[in-house]
T-cell receptor, first 112, second 112 residues
């Protein structure tokens, strides 16, 4: 039973355009959400997070939006750069200590 | 700060052999996590520790898997006996008292 779903295995975007990565969750106990980025042969690195008391969090080119009623969050990258090409994991936590539940990941390719 | 250190980076072994993966967390981090990444299931949490004590091992697939944390600076994940389906990338992550986890580079395990 996948509690965190990233339904798009891959996404291809032109450099300079917006990249939108989506994530859905099923557990209403989740109250904190994170995005991680992973390059080949490296471990995932933390990118941005959002608490359930907010609906938007912004950090430079990266913005995460949370729609609690739809149990949906998205990561926007504007403008996209070739160095953003990586696997992006959505993760969620809530009511169970520091345990994170990860989605399967979305491969983002930014074409120059 | 050296980050989370994992060894070995690559391990190739034959079915039935014992495999031991090692992790040194970031100093001062109270939480340590072991994950497995596969194409089919993405990032799965196997077990996590808080202050060297195992808190949740519900993700450990079978009795063939065991994990220990004898002190705050060292943890092992052991598979005995190993099987081809155990082939995956195994990540160790550590965390202070927050949701943000810091991942090591991973160990790529191949069981033939």
């Amino acid at each position: 039973d996948q509690q965190v779903k990233q339904n798009s295995p891959s996404l291809s975007v032109q450099e300079g355009r917006i990249s939108i990565l989506n994530c859905d969750y099923t557990n209403s106990m989740f109250d904190y959400f994170l995005w991680y980025k992973k390059y080949p042969a490296e471990g995932p690195t933390f990118l941005i997070s959002i608490s359930s008391i907010k609906d938007k969090n912004e950090d430079g080119r990266f913005t995460v939006f949370l729609n609690k009623s739809a149990k949906h969050l998205s990561l926007h990258i504007v403008p996209s750069q070739p160095g953003d090409s990586a696997v992006y994991f959505c993760a969620a936590s809530g009511g169970n200590g520091n345990k994170l539940v990860f989605g399967a990941g979305t491969i983002l390719r930014v074409k120059s | 700060d050296a980050g989370v250190i994992q060894s070995p980076r690559h391990e190739v072994t034959e079915m039935g052999q014992e495999v031991t993966l090692r992790c040194k967390p970031i100093s001062g981090h109270d939480y340590l996590f072991w994950y497995r990444q596969t194409m089919m299931r993405g990032l799965e949490l196997l077990i996590y520790f808080n202050n060297n004590v195992p808190i949740d091992d519900s993700g450990m697939p079978e009795d063939r898997f065991s994990a220990k944390m004898p002190n705050a600076s060292f943890s092992t994940l052991k598979i005995q006996p190993s099987e081809p389906r155990d082939s995956a990338v195994y990540f160790c992550a550590s965390s202070p008292v927050s949701y943000e986890q810091y991942f090591g580079p991973g160990t790529r395990l191949t069981v033939t």
